[in-house]
């Protein structure tokens, strides 16, 4: 599995009635074809405002209404309730015992 940060999309074309998209993986000099849902799910919707006059502001607003929770990105991922419960007892001890310099 490739672990993604960011995907360009470069252009489209049309396969079995899919709609295909040439992406760039940041970071390198890979291209591939991906499907829609694929685009979807690595990239986020894009944002409403973005030619409007105040973006910055704007599209903060947009993000702060599209967050998920933890347990939403988790579910999102496929993770187990024991993966997740066994994440968020790891957090809770770093931040109890943080490391010393």
Sequence with gaps: MIDL???????RRYR?????HWIRIEGTDE???APDEVIRAWCPPPSP???S????RNER???QS????????AVS??????????IVNEAADFYSHPPSD
């Design 61 to 63: 607003i947009w993000r």
């Design 77 to 86: 991922e496929g993770l187990s309730e024991t993966r997740i419960r066994q």
């Design 49 to 51: 405002w973005g030619l």
């Design 5 to 11: 940060v960011f995907v360009r999309v470069m252009g």
């Design 16 to 20: 079995d009635g899919a709609d295909m």
């Design 66 to 73: 599209h967050y998920r929770t933890p347990w939403q990105l």
């Design 31 to 33: 291209h591939v074809w």
């Design 53 to 56: 006059r105040h973006r910055g």
